[in-house]
C-alpha cells in the first residue's frame, strides 16, 4: 500500500511527537517490551514516510544538479584541445631549453678543464726549469677541479604558471611489494564474515554480531 504524502509542518509534528514518545519510554517487562515494538514499528513507518515525502524533492535535485554538471563538463572539454596543445608546446620548449643548457655548460665546463690543465702545464715546465721536479710532478698529478658553469635556462617563469613533474607508477609485480603499501580486500572479507558468521577464521581477522531490532521483511 502506498504511503499518502503529508505536508513538511504535519511531517515535523509527527517526526517530533514519535521521538518524544520513545525517549519517554522503559522497558522493564514484557508489557512494555510489547509497547517499544510496537512505536519501533511505528519509526519504520515513519522513515518510509519521511523518504516518501523526500524523494520527488531529492529526484528534482539530482536531475537539476546533473544538468547543471553536464553542461560544466561540456565547456570545460572545450578547453582540452589548446590547453593540452600548449601544454605539449610549452613542455618540449623546456626539455629543448634544459638540454641545450647542459650542453652549453659542459662546453664552457671542457674549456674551463683545458685552460686549468694548460695553466698547470706551464707551472710544472716553469718548476722543471727552477730545478723542482717534486713540485711540477705534484702539481701534474693534482686532479683538475673546475667550478661548474651555470648557465641561465631560455624558458623564462611566468607568473602563475610552474613547470613540475608529476611522478607516477607501475606495478611490476605485486608480489614485492611491502606490506604496509598493502590494503586489506574489507568487501571480500565482509562477505566471508556473513557467509560463516562465528565460524570465520580469517587470521588477523575477529568477527562479531552487532546485534539490533529490525521490521520484518515485506
Avoid at 643548457?101 to 659542459?106: D, I, L, V
Avoid at 716553469?126 to 702539481?139: L, N, R, T
Amino acid at each position: 500500500m502506498e504511503t499518502a504524502l503529508i505536508d513538511t509542518k504535519q511531517l515535523e509534528i509527527e517526526v517530533s511527537n514519535i521521538s518524544q514518545q520513545a525517549m519517554a519510554m522503559t522497558v522493564t517487562d514484557i508489557v512494555s517490551y510489547q509497547e517499544a515494538g510496537r512505536v519501533l514499528l511505528a519509526f519504520k513507518e515513519m522513515d518510509k514516510n519521511i523518504k516518501t515525502y523526500f524523494k520527488p524533492l531529492k529526484d528534482a535535485a539530482d536531475k537539476a544538479h546533473k544538468a547543471i554538471c553536464d553542461r560544466e563538463k561540456e565547456e570545460l572539454a572545450k578547453l582540452s584541445p589548446g590547453l593540452n596543445y600548449l601544454n605539449k608546446a610549452m613542455t618540449a620548449y623546456n626539455i629543448e631549453a634544459g638540454r641545450k643548457r647542459r650542453e652549453e655548460e659542459e662546453r664552457l665546463r671542457q674549456i674551463a678543464v683545458k685552460a686549468e690543465e694548460e695553466e698547470r702545464l706551464q707551472a710544472a715546465i716553469q718548476a722543471e726549469k727552477e730545478g723542482e721536479p717534486e713540485v711540477a710532478e705534484a702539481i701534474l698529478s693534482e686532479s683538475v677541479y673546475v667550478p661548474p658553469p651555470i648557465v641561465e635556462t631560455q624558458a623564462p617563469k611566468i607568473a602563475g604558471l610552474t613547470m613540475r613533474d608529476n611522478w607516477k607508477f607501475l606495478i611490476i609485480d605485486e608480489k614485492l611489494i611491502p606490506r604496509e603499501y598493502l590494503m586489506p580486500d574489507e568487501i571480500k572479507i565482509g562477505k566471508v564474515v556473513r557467509a560463516l558468521k562465528e565460524k570465520t577464521a580469517i587470521a588477523g581477522i575477529k568477527a562479531y554480531s552487532d546485534k539490533n531490532i529490525g521490521g520484518a521483511r515485506q
